[in-house]
């Protein structure tokens, strides 16, 4: 199984910060990794999927990079709205999800 | 619109099986592959296995691997997940999730399983 390691496992910044999400799986997951934004008492969000490609709707301050086995998630000026729980997913081999990173405010 | 919609709560005792439904609407339930994810209250996203209605086909992760069973009805446009052998353990928010283009873009409201003697 592929192990997803987030880090950190808390951020805590001020709106208008940017904010740099690391995720590290095990062995090489090539491209084939998403993240996904998760509020209290909600479902989890797709935000970008094959590491850099934003889904439909998501504001372009949301941004992923890498490939590999090394991965980000960038926000460049945090929103109020996106204070949240971010989690990593690989699909290269069947699916495992990181342990997330919470992101909050200051 | 696409919709996921889940059965309600429920309360089992160890040793228990469950099954939970996921209604589809909007779509075709034929067309996309259905994933289970489950999340323990305060823990994070676990995924549990996919069914591909179209072909029949379920893939399980290991850990679950002989206690979960995912199945379909295309008549009603409902898939299920059961779950056997329950313990505390398994006290989860159940989710559904349709696949699209490779990704889970639709989810359900999730379902909450407790387990408790």
């Known amino acids: 199984e592929i192990v997803l390691t987030q880090s950190p496992a808390t951020l805590s910044l001020s709106p208008g910060e940017r904010a740099t999400l690391s995720c590290r799986a095990s062995q090489s997951v090539s491209y084939y990794l998403a993240w996904y934004q998760q509020k209290p008492g909600q479902a989890p969000r797709l935000l970008i999927y094959?590491?850099?490609n934003r889904a439909t709707g998501i504001p372009a301050r949301f941004s992923g990079s890498g490939s590999g086995t090394d991965f980000t998630l960038t926000i460049s000026s945090l929103e109020p709205e996106d204070f949240a729980v971010y989690y990593c997913?690989?699909?290269?081999?069947?699916?495992?999800f990181g342990q997330g990173t919470k992101v909050e405010i200051k | 619109q696409v919709q996921l919609v889940q059965s309600g709560a429920e309360v089992k005792k160890p040793g228990a099986s469950v099954k939970v439904s996921c209604k589809a609407s909007g779509y075709s339930l034929t067309s996309y592959d259905i994933n289970w994810v489950r999340q323990a209250t305060g823990h994070g996203l676990e995924w549990m296995g996919w069914v591909i209605p179209n072909s029949g086909s379920t893939g399980y992760a290991q850990k679950f691997r002989g206690r979960v069973t995912m199945t379909w009805n295309t008549s009603i446009s409902t898939a299920y997940m059961e779950l056997s052998s329950l313990r505390s353990e398994d006290t989860a928010v159940y989710y559904c999730v349709r696949v699209f283009n490779n990704e889970f873009d639709y989810w359900g409201q999730g379902t909450l399983v407790t387990v408790s003697s």
């Open positions: 997913q690989q699909r290269s081999s069947w699916r495992t």
């Open positions: 094959d590491a850099s």
